[in-house]
């Protein structure tokens, strides 16, 4: 073996232990701050499980994998937030790769909601045919129109709920894909792992979405 394959070798091995220190210190840090804020944690999310199962989010790629659970405690909504992964093309494919990303649950029993799905019109193309239906349009929120697909059974009473403050509150992140399925909602970015520093951020975010789809619904029913 040459000197230079061995460097090579080496350089790897540092990365991969350097990756494995840091995944670990910033889940540590993770449920320190989460401990902070009154979330609870348990490495089962059975509790939820069989609710995932009825969104489309969760049947995107295949060998779905989730752990992880944090969730607040005698609260409303009832908020959870756990470590997803799947992964995209196949194992011999070189195409194959494993995504990770944080999925927030949020559980509201107050409110019936009908079924709509969001996601960003960059993403599209990752979600196959599950965003093919008919997309729900404002015609004067263009910024709105051109960063997501939105669509859902019950076009007319969407648009009601999908007030402008909604909207907005939307838009906060652009690449956030949004989903509900009678008691609950899903919300996640793409491939992106909520830090330490972002979990009061995440929470109030969520908490402001379900005020507003608790609002908006209870007017339109």
Not at 93 to 117: G, M, N, P
Not at 144 to 166: A, D, R
């Amino acid at each position: 073996m040459e000197e230079f394959e061995i460097y090579i070798i080496l350089i790897s091995l540092v990365i991969s232990v350097l990756g494995i220190y840091w995944s670990k210190r910033q889940f540590q840090l993770f449920c320190i701050k989460a401990k902070k804020i009154g979330l609870f944690y348990s490495e089962s999310i059975a509790v939820i499980e069989k609710k995932l199962i009825n969104y489309n989010f969760m049947k995107i790629g295949h060998s779905q994998r989730n752990f992880k659970l944090f969730r607040t405690i005698d609260e409303s909504p009832d908020i959870h937030i756990f470590h997803h992964t799947f992964d995209e093309g196949y194992k011999h494919d070189d195409a194959h790769r494993t995504i990770e990303q944080h999925f927030i649950y949020v559980r509201c029993d107050t409110v019936s909601l009908t079924k709509i799905q969001m996601v960003p019109k960059h993403l599209i193309h990752k979600t196959g045919s599950l965003y093919r239906s008919r997309e729900i349009t404002f015609y004067n929120d263009n910024l709105f129109g051109k960063t997501f697909h939105l669509s859902g059974v019950n076009e007319k009473l969407i648009e009601k709920i999908f007030t402008k403050k909604l909207r907005k509150l939307m838009l906060k992140y652009s690449d956030l894909a949004f989903e509900t399925h009678n008691d609950g909602f899903l919300i996640f970015r793409r491939r992106v792992l909520i830090k330490p520093s972002q979990i009061e951020q995440y929470i109030s975010f969520v908490q402001c979405i379900f005020e507003e789809l608790k609002l908006n619904t209870e007017l339109n029913s």
